[in-house]
Protein backbone atom coordinates (compact mmCIF):
# COMPACT_ATOMS: atom_id res chain seq x y z
CA UNK A 1 0.00 0.00 0.00
CA UNK A 2 1.89 3.10 -1.32
CA UNK A 3 1.29 6.49 0.55
CA UNK A 4 2.94 9.87 -0.41
CA UNK A 5 3.60 11.63 2.84
CA UNK A 6 3.48 15.19 1.65
CA UNK A 7 5.34 17.23 4.44
CA UNK A 8 8.09 14.12 4.15
CA UNK A 9 8.04 14.48 0.63
CA UNK A 10 8.38 11.28 -0.40
CA UNK A 11 6.14 7.72 -1.21
CA UNK A 12 6.38 5.21 1.92
CA UNK A 13 4.97 1.58 2.65
CA UNK A 14 1.73 2.73 4.52
CA UNK A 15 1.30 -0.69 5.94
CA UNK A 16 4.80 -0.32 7.33
CA UNK A 17 4.21 2.86 8.90
CA UNK A 18 0.48 1.49 10.48
CA UNK A 19 2.44 -1.38 11.71
CA UNK A 20 5.18 0.48 13.01
CA UNK A 21 2.61 2.40 15.10
CA UNK A 22 0.84 -0.71 15.83
CA UNK A 23 3.93 -1.81 17.70
CA UNK A 24 4.17 1.65 19.64
CA UNK A 25 0.60 0.66 20.73
CA UNK A 26 1.05 -2.74 22.13
CA UNK A 27 3.95 -1.34 24.21
CA UNK A 28 1.73 1.38 25.36
CA UNK A 29 -0.78 -1.34 26.19
CA UNK A 30 1.62 -3.48 27.71
CA UNK A 31 3.55 -1.35 29.98
CA UNK A 32 1.71 2.19 29.89
CA UNK A 33 4.31 3.61 27.96
CA UNK A 34 3.78 5.75 25.32
CA UNK A 35 6.59 4.35 22.60
CA UNK A 36 7.63 7.70 21.00
CA UNK A 37 11.37 6.18 21.70
CA UNK A 38 11.30 3.57 19.67
CA UNK A 39 8.63 5.55 16.57
CA UNK A 40 11.36 8.09 15.62
CA UNK A 41 14.67 6.10 15.28
CA UNK A 42 12.64 3.57 13.43
CA UNK A 43 11.30 6.22 11.29
CA UNK A 44 14.26 7.66 10.65
CA UNK A 45 16.10 4.28 9.54
CA UNK A 46 13.15 3.83 7.08
CA UNK A 47 14.15 7.17 5.49
CA UNK A 48 12.04 9.40 7.06
CA UNK A 49 14.09 13.27 7.50
CA UNK A 50 14.71 12.96 10.98
CA UNK A 51 12.87 16.57 11.96
CA UNK A 52 9.49 15.23 10.48
CA UNK A 53 9.82 11.83 11.93
CA UNK A 54 10.48 13.86 15.47
CA UNK A 55 7.86 16.14 15.47
CA UNK A 56 5.13 13.41 14.04
CA UNK A 57 5.77 11.05 16.29
CA UNK A 58 5.00 13.55 19.20
CA UNK A 59 1.70 13.97 17.81
CA UNK A 60 0.98 10.70 18.18
CA UNK A 61 2.32 10.11 21.40
CA UNK A 62 -0.41 13.04 22.05
CA UNK A 63 -2.92 10.39 20.40
CA UNK A 64 -1.48 7.23 22.59
CA UNK A 65 -1.86 8.95 25.92
CA UNK A 66 -5.31 10.58 25.93
CA UNK A 67 -7.28 7.26 26.65
CA UNK A 68 -4.22 6.47 29.31
CA UNK A 69 -4.95 9.77 31.19
CA UNK A 70 -9.25 9.55 30.69
CA UNK A 71 -8.58 5.86 31.96
CA UNK A 72 -6.09 7.62 35.16
CA UNK A 73 -8.36 10.01 35.85
CA UNK A 74 -11.51 7.80 36.10
CA UNK A 75 -9.86 6.33 38.93
CA UNK A 76 -8.42 9.25 40.46
CA UNK A 77 -4.56 8.28 39.49
CA UNK A 78 -3.99 12.01 38.07
CA UNK A 79 -2.53 14.33 40.81
CA UNK A 80 -3.38 17.77 38.55
CA UNK A 81 -1.34 20.33 40.95
CA UNK A 82 1.68 18.58 40.31
CA UNK A 83 0.72 17.57 36.75
CA UNK A 84 0.07 21.05 36.21
CA UNK A 85 3.54 22.24 37.55
CA UNK A 86 5.04 20.09 35.38
CA UNK A 87 2.91 20.47 32.32
CA UNK A 88 4.32 24.29 32.91
CA UNK A 89 7.96 23.27 33.20
CA UNK A 90 7.39 21.42 30.46
CA UNK A 91 6.25 24.19 27.78
CA UNK A 92 9.00 26.26 28.75
CA UNK A 93 11.12 23.19 28.03
CA UNK A 94 9.43 23.18 24.75
CA UNK A 95 10.33 26.18 24.10
CA UNK A 96 14.07 25.85 25.18
CA UNK A 97 13.71 22.52 23.02
CA UNK A 98 12.63 24.75 20.12
CA UNK A 99 15.62 27.21 20.57
CA UNK A 100 18.12 24.30 20.79
CA UNK A 101 16.52 22.79 17.73
CA UNK A 102 17.19 25.62 15.15
CA UNK A 103 20.66 26.36 17.04
CA UNK A 104 22.10 23.29 16.70
CA UNK A 105 20.35 22.96 13.01
CA UNK A 106 22.47 25.54 12.46
CA UNK A 107 25.57 24.47 13.57
CA UNK A 108 25.01 21.15 11.36
CA UNK A 109 24.67 18.97 14.20
CA UNK A 110 21.19 18.42 15.20
CA UNK A 111 21.13 14.48 14.11
CA UNK A 112 24.42 13.98 15.78
CA UNK A 113 22.85 15.22 18.89
CA UNK A 114 19.92 13.17 18.35
CA UNK A 115 21.48 10.55 17.69
CA UNK A 116 23.31 10.66 20.99
CA UNK A 117 20.95 11.53 22.94
CA UNK A 118 18.66 8.41 21.80
CA UNK A 119 22.20 6.34 21.92
CA UNK A 120 22.25 7.23 25.85
CA UNK A 121 18.77 6.60 26.37
CA UNK A 122 17.68 3.49 24.76
CA UNK A 123 20.98 1.64 26.14
CA UNK A 124 19.91 2.54 29.21
CA UNK A 125 16.40 2.19 29.05
CA UNK A 126 17.09 -1.38 27.17
CA UNK A 127 19.70 -2.86 29.92
CA UNK A 128 17.26 -1.91 32.79
CA UNK A 129 14.97 -3.32 31.36
CA UNK A 130 16.85 -6.58 30.24
CA UNK A 131 18.42 -7.04 33.93
CA UNK A 132 14.82 -6.60 35.12
CA UNK A 133 13.20 -9.67 32.63
CA UNK A 134 16.70 -11.97 33.35
CA UNK A 135 16.12 -11.41 36.80
CA UNK A 136 12.46 -12.48 36.55
CA UNK A 137 13.33 -15.54 34.52
CA UNK A 138 15.94 -16.56 36.40
CA UNK A 139 16.18 -15.72 39.95
CA UNK A 140 18.85 -15.14 41.68
CA UNK A 141 20.89 -14.97 38.26
CA UNK A 142 22.29 -11.70 38.60
CA UNK A 143 22.58 -11.78 42.10
CA UNK A 144 20.55 -10.48 44.66
CA UNK A 145 17.05 -9.99 43.40
CA UNK A 146 14.56 -9.90 46.74
CA UNK A 147 12.24 -7.21 46.49
CA UNK A 148 14.15 -4.10 48.20
CA UNK A 149 12.80 -1.64 50.34
CA UNK A 150 11.38 1.06 48.24
CA UNK A 151 12.64 4.29 50.14
CA UNK A 152 9.87 6.56 50.42
CA UNK A 153 11.51 9.40 51.36
CA UNK A 154 12.29 11.99 48.57
CA UNK A 155 15.41 12.70 47.08
CA UNK A 156 17.52 15.25 49.81
CA UNK A 157 17.95 17.23 47.06
CA UNK A 158 14.53 18.28 46.82
CA UNK A 159 13.75 18.46 49.77
CA UNK A 160 16.60 21.55 50.21
CA UNK A 161 14.56 23.83 47.78
CA UNK A 162 12.87 26.65 48.96
CA UNK A 163 9.04 27.58 48.56
CA UNK A 164 7.14 24.29 49.91
CA UNK A 165 3.16 23.28 48.40
CA UNK A 166 1.58 20.56 49.17
CA UNK A 167 0.00 18.32 46.68
CA UNK A 168 -2.33 15.81 48.59
CA UNK A 169 -2.84 13.71 45.61
CA UNK A 170 0.62 13.11 45.90
CA UNK A 171 1.02 13.04 49.60
CA UNK A 172 3.81 15.69 49.28
CA UNK A 173 5.30 18.94 50.73
CA UNK A 174 7.98 19.88 48.50
CA UNK A 175 9.03 22.74 46.25
CA UNK A 176 7.27 22.81 42.91
CA UNK A 177 10.47 23.85 41.21
CA UNK A 178 11.57 20.39 41.73
CA UNK A 179 8.69 19.31 39.77
CA UNK A 180 8.92 22.48 37.43
CA UNK A 181 12.82 21.41 36.58
CA UNK A 182 11.51 17.44 36.15
CA UNK A 183 9.30 19.01 33.95
CA UNK A 184 11.76 21.24 31.61
CA UNK A 185 14.45 18.35 31.01
CA UNK A 186 11.43 16.31 29.35
CA UNK A 187 9.54 18.52 27.91
CA UNK A 188 13.29 19.66 26.10
CA UNK A 189 13.46 15.96 25.15
CA UNK A 190 9.79 16.17 23.39
CA UNK A 191 10.59 18.75 21.36
CA UNK A 192 14.09 17.23 20.00
CA UNK A 193 13.36 13.88 20.09
CA UNK A 194 9.91 13.15 19.23
CA UNK A 195 9.49 11.02 22.80
CA UNK A 196 7.00 11.74 25.17
CA UNK A 197 9.53 11.16 28.01
CA UNK A 198 7.25 8.53 30.29
CA UNK A 199 10.51 6.25 30.99
CA UNK A 200 12.17 8.94 31.82
CA UNK A 201 9.06 10.55 34.04
CA UNK A 202 7.60 7.53 36.01
CA UNK A 203 11.59 6.91 38.03
CA UNK A 204 12.15 10.53 38.39
CA UNK A 205 8.59 10.70 40.05
CA UNK A 206 8.88 8.08 42.02
CA UNK A 207 12.51 7.98 43.43
CA UNK A 208 13.43 11.49 43.17
CA UNK A 209 10.56 13.38 43.77
CA UNK A 210 9.16 10.39 45.97
CA UNK A 211 5.57 10.47 44.50
CA UNK A 212 2.92 8.18 45.74
CA UNK A 213 2.69 5.27 43.08
CA UNK A 214 -0.88 5.04 42.39
CA UNK A 215 -0.69 8.53 40.95
CA UNK A 216 2.61 8.34 39.13
CA UNK A 217 2.00 6.84 35.85
CA UNK A 218 -1.71 9.23 35.21
CA UNK A 219 0.27 12.65 36.43
CA UNK A 220 3.27 11.65 33.63
CA UNK A 221 0.54 11.08 31.45
CA UNK A 222 -1.24 13.78 32.01
CA UNK A 223 2.08 15.81 31.51
CA UNK A 224 3.11 14.16 28.75
CA UNK A 225 -0.17 14.82 27.10
CA UNK A 226 -0.25 18.23 27.15
CA UNK A 227 3.73 18.70 26.65
CA UNK A 228 3.18 16.79 23.21
CA UNK A 229 0.40 18.77 22.28
CA UNK A 230 2.57 22.42 22.83
CA UNK A 231 5.37 20.40 20.90
CA UNK A 232 3.17 19.62 17.95
CA UNK A 233 2.34 23.14 17.86
CA UNK A 234 5.89 24.41 17.83
CA UNK A 235 7.02 22.03 15.34
CA UNK A 236 4.45 23.24 13.13
CA UNK A 237 5.04 27.12 13.56
CA UNK A 238 9.04 26.52 13.60
CA UNK A 239 9.98 23.77 11.72
CA UNK A 240 6.49 23.14 9.88
CA UNK A 241 7.63 19.68 9.93
CA UNK A 242 4.45 17.82 11.25
CA UNK A 243 3.60 15.07 8.69
CA UNK A 244 -0.41 14.82 8.89
CA UNK A 245 -0.49 11.95 6.33
CA UNK A 246 2.00 10.10 8.71
CA UNK A 247 1.01 11.30 12.37
CA UNK A 248 -2.42 9.82 10.85
CA UNK A 249 -1.16 6.20 10.09
CA UNK A 250 1.01 5.97 12.91
CA UNK A 251 -2.20 7.02 15.53
CA UNK A 252 -4.40 4.79 13.02
CA UNK A 253 -1.70 1.58 13.93
CA UNK A 254 -1.08 2.63 17.67
CA UNK A 255 -5.29 3.00 18.28
CA UNK A 256 -5.33 -0.24 16.86
CA UNK A 257 -2.02 -1.67 18.44
CA UNK A 258 -3.43 -0.93 21.92
CA UNK A 259 -6.47 -3.51 21.55
CA UNK A 260 -3.79 -6.18 20.79
CA UNK A 261 -1.47 -5.02 23.27
CA UNK A 262 -4.47 -5.43 26.05
CA UNK A 263 -5.21 -9.10 24.56
CA UNK A 264 -1.84 -10.27 24.52
CA UNK A 265 -0.66 -8.70 27.74
CA UNK A 266 -3.64 -10.93 29.23
CA UNK A 267 -2.14 -14.22 27.44
CA UNK A 268 1.58 -14.24 27.06
CA UNK A 269 4.00 -14.43 30.24
CA UNK A 270 4.90 -10.79 30.71
CA UNK A 271 8.66 -11.48 31.51
CA UNK A 272 9.23 -12.57 27.77
CA UNK A 273 7.36 -10.00 26.73
CA UNK A 274 9.85 -7.53 28.83
CA UNK A 275 12.49 -9.65 27.29
CA UNK A 276 11.39 -9.06 23.22
CA UNK A 277 10.94 -5.18 24.17
CA UNK A 278 14.90 -4.89 25.69
CA UNK A 279 16.36 -6.41 22.75
CA UNK A 280 14.47 -4.45 20.52
CA UNK A 281 15.70 -1.31 22.26
CA UNK A 282 19.06 -2.46 22.83
CA UNK A 283 19.40 -3.60 18.45
CA UNK A 284 17.92 0.12 17.99
CA UNK A 285 20.85 1.38 20.51
CA UNK A 286 23.33 -0.46 18.94
CA UNK A 287 22.76 0.32 15.57
CA UNK A 288 22.65 4.00 16.21
CA UNK A 289 26.13 3.63 18.07
CA UNK A 290 27.19 1.51 15.55
CA UNK A 291 26.07 4.58 12.75
CA UNK A 292 28.14 7.26 15.50
CA UNK A 293 30.82 5.48 16.47
CA UNK A 294 32.42 3.17 13.32
CA UNK A 295 30.77 4.02 9.90
CA UNK A 296 27.82 6.77 9.57
CA UNK A 297 25.48 5.44 6.67
CA UNK A 298 26.49 8.99 4.71
CA UNK A 299 29.31 11.01 5.05
CA UNK A 300 27.94 13.90 3.70
CA UNK A 301 24.45 15.55 4.04
CA UNK A 302 22.53 18.27 2.06
CA UNK A 303 20.42 20.80 3.45
CA UNK A 304 18.90 23.54 1.81
CA UNK A 305 19.40 26.80 2.35
CA UNK B 1 30.79 46.01 -54.24
CA UNK B 2 33.63 46.83 -52.04
CA UNK B 3 35.84 43.56 -51.20
CA UNK B 4 34.37 43.43 -47.44
CA UNK B 5 30.29 43.86 -48.54
CA UNK B 6 30.92 40.83 -50.99
CA UNK B 7 32.61 38.48 -48.04
CA UNK B 8 29.52 39.35 -45.95
CA UNK B 9 27.12 38.19 -48.40
CA UNK B 10 29.12 35.13 -49.19
CA UNK B 11 29.10 34.53 -45.35
CA UNK B 12 25.52 35.15 -44.67
CA UNK B 13 24.53 32.95 -47.65
CA UNK B 14 27.46 30.20 -46.57
CA UNK B 15 25.59 30.34 -42.80
CA UNK B 16 22.31 30.62 -44.50
CA UNK B 17 23.05 27.21 -46.42
CA UNK B 18 24.82 25.31 -43.69
CA UNK B 19 21.87 26.45 -41.13
CA UNK B 20 19.11 24.60 -43.92
CA UNK B 21 21.71 21.49 -43.90
CA UNK B 22 21.29 21.06 -40.00
CA UNK B 23 19.15 18.68 -38.81
CA UNK B 24 16.42 19.94 -36.73
CA UNK B 25 14.59 18.48 -33.61
CA UNK B 26 11.32 17.87 -32.51
CA UNK B 27 10.68 17.00 -29.19
CA UNK B 28 7.73 15.96 -27.25
CA UNK B 29 7.27 15.20 -23.75
CA UNK B 30 4.32 12.22 -22.34
CA UNK B 31 3.40 14.44 -19.29
CA UNK B 32 3.72 18.42 -19.10
CA UNK B 33 2.18 18.30 -16.11
CA UNK B 34 3.00 16.10 -13.26
CA UNK B 35 0.85 15.67 -10.15
CA UNK B 36 1.93 14.62 -6.97
CA UNK B 37 -1.07 12.81 -4.80
CA UNK B 38 -2.03 10.32 -2.69
CA UNK B 39 -0.57 7.16 -3.82
CA UNK B 40 2.19 8.91 -5.68
CA UNK B 41 5.21 6.36 -5.94
CA UNK B 42 7.44 8.35 -9.00
CA UNK B 43 6.28 9.00 -12.51
CA UNK B 44 7.81 7.41 -15.45
CA UNK B 45 8.07 10.06 -18.38
CA UNK B 46 8.23 9.46 -22.27
CA UNK B 47 10.76 11.60 -23.94
CA UNK B 48 10.42 11.34 -27.68
CA UNK B 49 10.81 12.65 -30.87
CA UNK B 50 11.73 13.21 -34.36
CA UNK B 51 15.36 14.26 -36.00
CA UNK B 52 14.43 15.64 -39.05
CA UNK B 53 17.09 15.90 -41.85
CA UNK B 54 16.73 18.76 -44.47
CA UNK B 55 18.92 15.65 -46.44
CA UNK B 56 15.75 13.78 -46.37
CA UNK B 57 15.19 10.52 -43.94
CA UNK B 58 17.59 8.03 -43.26
CA UNK B 59 20.40 10.66 -45.32
CA UNK B 60 23.85 11.26 -43.83
CA UNK B 61 22.03 11.30 -40.49
CA UNK B 62 24.29 9.70 -37.86
CA UNK B 63 22.97 11.09 -34.49
CA UNK B 64 23.45 10.58 -30.95
CA UNK B 65 20.57 11.83 -28.85
CA UNK B 66 21.51 13.07 -24.92
CA UNK B 67 18.41 13.87 -22.88
CA UNK B 68 19.36 16.04 -19.84
CA UNK B 69 16.20 16.41 -17.53
CA UNK B 70 17.06 18.83 -14.95
CA UNK B 71 14.69 19.92 -11.72
CA UNK B 72 14.61 23.49 -10.03
CA UNK B 73 18.03 24.42 -8.70
CA UNK B 74 18.27 25.94 -5.34
CA UNK B 75 20.93 26.44 -3.06
CA UNK B 76 21.97 24.03 -0.64
CA UNK B 77 25.06 23.36 2.20
CA UNK B 78 26.98 20.02 2.13
CA UNK B 79 28.05 18.84 5.31
CA UNK B 80 30.91 16.26 5.59
CA UNK B 81 30.89 14.25 8.54
CA UNK B 82 34.29 13.51 10.13
CA UNK B 83 34.90 11.47 13.24
CA UNK B 84 35.79 13.62 16.32
CA UNK B 85 36.80 11.89 19.75
CA UNK B 86 35.31 9.00 18.43
CA UNK B 87 32.16 9.83 17.37
CA UNK B 88 31.07 10.88 13.93
CA UNK B 89 30.03 14.33 13.43
CA UNK B 90 29.76 16.96 10.89
CA UNK B 91 32.89 19.01 10.39
CA UNK B 92 33.32 20.77 7.31
CA UNK B 93 30.86 22.63 5.12
CA UNK B 94 30.70 23.67 1.55
CA UNK B 95 27.63 26.15 -0.31
CA UNK B 96 26.96 25.73 -3.66
CA UNK B 97 24.42 28.22 -4.89
CA UNK B 98 22.61 26.92 -7.70
CA UNK B 99 22.69 22.67 -7.19
CA UNK B 100 19.85 20.99 -9.35
CA UNK B 101 16.68 19.33 -7.00
CA UNK B 102 16.62 16.67 -10.07
CA UNK B 103 18.94 15.92 -12.72
CA UNK B 104 19.21 12.68 -14.98
CA UNK B 105 20.83 12.00 -18.72
CA UNK B 106 19.92 9.88 -20.89
CA UNK B 107 21.81 8.75 -24.47
CA UNK B 108 22.28 6.68 -27.21
CA UNK B 109 25.40 5.67 -26.08
CA UNK B 110 28.02 6.67 -23.04
CA UNK B 111 28.57 10.26 -23.34
CA UNK B 112 32.44 9.59 -23.63
CA UNK B 113 31.77 7.87 -26.39
CA UNK B 114 29.78 10.63 -28.06
CA UNK B 115 31.11 13.75 -27.36
CA UNK B 116 34.88 14.90 -26.28
CA UNK B 117 34.95 16.36 -22.03
CA UNK B 118 34.83 19.90 -23.56
CA UNK B 119 31.62 19.85 -25.04
CA UNK B 120 30.15 17.51 -22.34
CA UNK B 121 31.09 19.86 -19.52
CA UNK B 122 29.80 22.92 -21.65
CA UNK B 123 26.32 20.94 -22.05
CA UNK B 124 26.17 19.48 -18.67
CA UNK B 125 25.99 16.09 -19.90
CA UNK B 126 26.68 14.17 -17.08
CA UNK B 127 26.46 14.18 -13.14
CA UNK B 128 30.11 15.34 -12.61
CA UNK B 129 29.62 17.97 -15.05
CA UNK B 130 26.44 19.58 -13.48
CA UNK B 131 27.48 23.02 -12.70
CA UNK B 132 26.55 24.10 -8.80
CA UNK B 133 28.39 27.21 -8.74
CA UNK B 134 30.38 27.47 -5.41
CA UNK B 135 29.96 29.90 -3.24
CA UNK B 136 32.48 30.98 -0.41
CA UNK B 137 36.09 30.48 -1.14
CA UNK B 138 37.79 27.10 -0.17
CA UNK B 139 40.10 25.43 -2.94
CA UNK B 140 38.93 23.77 -5.95
CA UNK B 141 40.50 20.70 -4.83
CA UNK B 142 37.73 20.87 -1.78
CA UNK B 143 34.78 21.83 -3.89
CA UNK B 144 35.39 18.66 -6.14
CA UNK B 145 34.94 16.71 -3.15
CA UNK B 146 32.18 18.40 -2.16
CA UNK B 147 30.06 18.34 -5.28
CA UNK B 148 30.99 14.61 -5.61
CA UNK B 149 29.81 14.02 -2.34
CA UNK B 150 26.68 15.88 -3.43
CA UNK B 151 26.10 13.86 -6.65
CA UNK B 152 26.58 10.23 -4.76
CA UNK B 153 24.21 11.52 -2.19
CA UNK B 154 21.53 11.89 -4.59
CA UNK B 155 22.54 9.28 -6.74
CA UNK B 156 21.42 7.21 -3.98
CA UNK B 157 18.44 8.94 -3.80
CA UNK B 158 17.63 8.20 -7.25
CA UNK B 159 17.20 12.10 -7.96
CA UNK B 160 20.77 12.23 -9.49
CA UNK B 161 20.14 9.43 -12.46
CA UNK B 162 23.02 8.93 -15.64
CA UNK B 163 21.84 6.48 -18.23
CA UNK B 164 23.57 5.66 -20.96
CA UNK B 165 21.57 3.44 -23.27
CA UNK B 166 18.57 4.88 -22.48
CA UNK B 167 17.76 6.79 -25.45
CA UNK B 168 16.57 4.42 -28.24
CA UNK B 169 17.23 5.68 -31.58
CA UNK B 170 14.87 3.83 -34.13
CA UNK B 171 15.09 4.54 -37.95
CA UNK B 172 17.79 7.06 -37.98
CA UNK B 173 14.62 9.66 -37.43
CA UNK B 174 12.77 8.56 -34.11
CA UNK B 175 14.05 8.95 -30.67
CA UNK B 176 12.94 7.61 -27.18
CA UNK B 177 13.70 8.32 -24.02
CA UNK B 178 12.38 7.17 -20.56
CA UNK B 179 13.20 8.34 -17.10
CA UNK B 180 11.90 7.55 -13.73
CA UNK B 181 11.28 10.27 -11.47
CA UNK B 182 11.18 8.98 -7.75
CA UNK B 183 8.71 9.95 -5.07
CA UNK B 184 11.27 12.44 -3.21
CA UNK B 185 11.22 14.64 -6.32
CA UNK B 186 11.04 18.56 -5.67
CA UNK B 187 7.82 20.20 -6.79
CA UNK B 188 8.62 22.72 -9.37
CA UNK B 189 9.51 23.67 -13.10
CA UNK B 190 11.75 20.71 -14.65
CA UNK B 191 13.72 21.71 -18.14
CA UNK B 192 14.10 18.62 -20.64
CA UNK B 193 16.76 19.67 -23.17
CA UNK B 194 17.28 17.22 -26.04
CA UNK B 195 20.35 17.57 -27.77
CA UNK B 196 21.50 15.83 -31.26
CA UNK B 197 25.15 15.04 -31.38
CA UNK B 198 26.91 13.94 -34.65
CA UNK B 199 30.72 14.13 -34.99
CA UNK B 200 31.10 15.07 -31.40
CA UNK B 201 29.13 18.40 -31.86
CA UNK B 202 25.68 19.16 -30.96
CA UNK B 203 24.00 19.85 -34.13
CA UNK B 204 20.75 20.32 -32.87
CA UNK B 205 19.03 21.13 -29.55
CA UNK B 206 15.30 21.57 -28.20
CA UNK B 207 13.91 23.00 -24.66
CA UNK B 208 11.04 21.14 -23.42
CA UNK B 209 9.08 22.38 -19.46
CA UNK B 210 7.82 20.04 -17.42
CA UNK B 211 5.86 21.31 -14.51
CA UNK B 212 5.56 19.08 -11.18
CA UNK B 213 3.07 20.50 -8.73
CA UNK B 214 1.65 18.84 -5.50
CA UNK B 215 -2.17 18.86 -6.16
CA UNK B 216 -5.36 17.10 -4.62
CA UNK B 217 -5.63 16.83 -0.68
CA UNK B 218 -1.53 16.43 -0.88
CA UNK B 219 -1.16 19.75 -1.88
CA UNK B 220 -3.22 21.39 0.17
CA UNK B 221 -1.54 20.01 3.43
CA UNK B 222 1.76 21.15 2.40
CA UNK B 223 -0.37 24.75 1.45
CA UNK B 224 -2.12 24.60 4.64
CA UNK B 225 1.16 24.18 6.45
CA UNK B 226 3.15 27.04 5.42
CA UNK B 227 0.33 29.62 5.02
CA UNK B 228 -1.73 28.92 8.22
CA UNK B 229 0.86 27.25 10.18
CA UNK B 230 -1.26 27.80 13.41
CA UNK B 231 -4.55 25.94 12.06
CA UNK B 232 -2.40 22.95 11.01
CA UNK B 233 -1.00 22.49 14.31
CA UNK B 234 -4.67 23.17 15.95
CA UNK B 235 -5.73 20.53 13.16
CA UNK B 236 -2.91 18.22 13.97
CA UNK B 237 -3.57 18.21 18.06
CA UNK B 238 -7.48 17.73 16.91
CA UNK B 239 -6.31 14.39 15.11
CA UNK B 240 -4.61 12.91 17.83
CA UNK B 241 -6.98 14.17 20.11
CA UNK B 242 -9.71 12.55 18.54
CA UNK B 243 -8.15 9.31 17.55
CA UNK B 244 -6.64 8.99 20.96
CA UNK B 245 -10.30 9.68 22.63
CA UNK B 246 -11.83 7.29 19.82
CA UNK B 247 -9.48 4.50 20.77
CA UNK B 248 -10.39 5.07 24.76
CA UNK B 249 -14.18 4.69 23.82
CA UNK B 250 -13.62 1.27 21.41
CA UNK B 251 -11.59 -0.36 24.94
CA UNK B 252 -13.98 0.85 27.55
CA UNK B 253 -16.52 -1.02 25.33
CA UNK B 254 -13.95 -4.14 24.75
Given at each position: MDVYLPIANLSVNGLYIVLLGGLTGILSGLF???GGFLTTPLLIFYGIPPTVAAASAATQVTGASVSGVLAHSRRKGVDYRMGGVMVAGGMVGALIGAGLFSLLQRAGQIDVVISVLYVLMLGSIGSLMMREAIEALRPGLLGKAGPRVKKRRHHPLVASLPYRWRFYASGLYISPLAPLLLGMGVGVLTML????GGFLLVPAMLY???????VVVGTSLYQILFVTMVTTMTHAL??????LVLAGLLLLGSVLGAQFGTQIAMKARPEYLRLALATLVLLIALRMLYGLG?????IYTVERL | MSLAARLVVVLVAWAALTAQREPVLVPEVSQSLIEVRQGFTGARLLLYGAVIDPEGAGGSGDYDIVVVLKGPTEPVRIREKARIAGIWMNAQDSDFRSAPSFFAVASSRPIGDIVDERTAAIYELGTEFIQLSPSGTIDPEEQARFARGLVELRRKQGLYQENPGGVRISEKVLYQARIDLPSNVTTGRYTAETFAIARGRVVASATARIEVVKAGLEGQVVTASQRFAFFYGLGAIALSLGMGWLAGRLFARG
Open positions: GVGLGVGILGMSGNTTRAVDVAPDE | -
